[in-house]
């Protein structure tokens, strides 16, 4: 089975959605946990990497690809 890429700043989409009704979700950091924000409500949750990595169904939007001013 591939390993999953994603980065800090991405937006995912998980495989069930948050209460709010939404499923994408922003990574805002990276560690042996994994902080992710959902997009509609600004709520964070904090999760291992493992349950992460098993519940995110794919990237959307990366981080890398848009815009930045620098």
Known sequence: ???KVFGLGDIVQMKK???CGT??????????????????CQHSVLIPRA????????VLRSAEGGGENN
């Open 51 to 58: 349950k992460f990595e098993k519940n995110m169904k794919k």
């Open 23 to 40: 499923n994408e979700m922003e990574i805002i950091r990276m560690g042996m946990d994994i902080r992710i924000k959902c997009t509609g």
């Open 17 to 19: 959605p948050h209460p």
């Open 1 to 3: 089975m591939e390993r």
